[in-house]
């Protein structure tokens, strides 16, 4: 079936520490997307990636698009207590249908 | 004002009763889908339209129905609920020109 592997499940990181989860697909996907849950909160949009080997930053966040189209990351520098939350990637095989990993959740120590 | 709702919110249930759970959205997107949270499981999707009077079924579709008779109301409703469809129901529309999932605020369901 088509799925989409998320590491790690979750994170626990010191205030100032860098954050990267991961995103696998066993094929190629056609994009994926990122989202953020904050505790208590509905899933929110980030960013969408369509190209083979794409990179975008929006301030301290880093996604990457993997060269095959079937890996993808998203790298938080510098972590703040706002960044607390569970981090989703979400795979389209070209259907329509946003298949969802596990999500990463992200606790910050401060 | 422009958005995604759902109700209600929160609801107890017994099982064996027949639940429905609401959506409605004021973009007139095409697509919609609805999915469950459960920890450890993240969101995976029960059934989705891509527009009136076309549905799909998801990942998980069992137990669960649905109907999209206009296109800002998608319903689910689950025919006889058990204890295992205790958990968080995300309705979501599709921004086809961006590829954006917008999600309604959750309705959180208990079977007991």
């Known amino acids: 079936g088509q799925q989409v592997m998320q590491i790690p499940q979750y994170q626990h990181v010191q205030e100032g520490e860098d954050f990267t989860t991961y995103c696998n697909s066993s094929?190629?996907?056609?994009?994926i997307q990122w989202y953020k849950q904050r505790p208590g909160g509905h899933p929110v949009f980030l960013i969408q990636?369509?190209?083979?080997?794409e990179v975008k930053k929006q301030k301290r966040l880093t996604f990457q698009f993997g060269e095959a189209k079937k890996n993808s990351s998203l790298h938080i520098t510098a972590t703040q207590t706002t960044d607390v939350g569970t981090y989703f990637c979400?795979?389209?095989?070209?259907?329509?249908?946003?298949?969802f990993g596990t999500g990463t959740r992200l606790t910050i120590i401060p | 004002d422009a958005g995604i709702t759902q109700s209600p919110r929160y609801k107890i249930t017994e099982t064996g009763r027949q639940v429905t759970l609401m959506c409605h959205q004021t973009?007139?997107?095409?697509?919609m889908f609805w999915y469950r949270q459960d920890l450890g499981h993240g969101l995976r999707l029960i059934y989705y339209?891509?527009?009136?009077?076309?549905?799909d079924k998801g990942e998980v579709p069992d137990g669960y129905v649905v109907s999209r008779s206009k296109t800002e109301n998608f319903p689910l409703t689950l025919e006889s609920a058990t204890r295992s469809q205790t958990s968080v129901y995300f309705c979501?529309?599709?921004?086809?020109?961006?590829?954006?999932?917008?999600f309604g605020e959750g309705s959180r369901l208990t079977v007991l």
């Open positions: 979400a795979g389209d095989f070209g259907n329509e249908k946003l298949t």
């Open positions: 990636l369509v190209k083979s080997g």
């Open positions: 973009w007139s997107h095409s697509y």
């Open positions: 339209s891509a527009a009136a009077d076309i549905t």
């Open positions: 094929t190629t996907l056609s994009n």
């Open positions: 979501a529309s599709r921004n086809r020109a961006t590829g954006e999932l917008f």
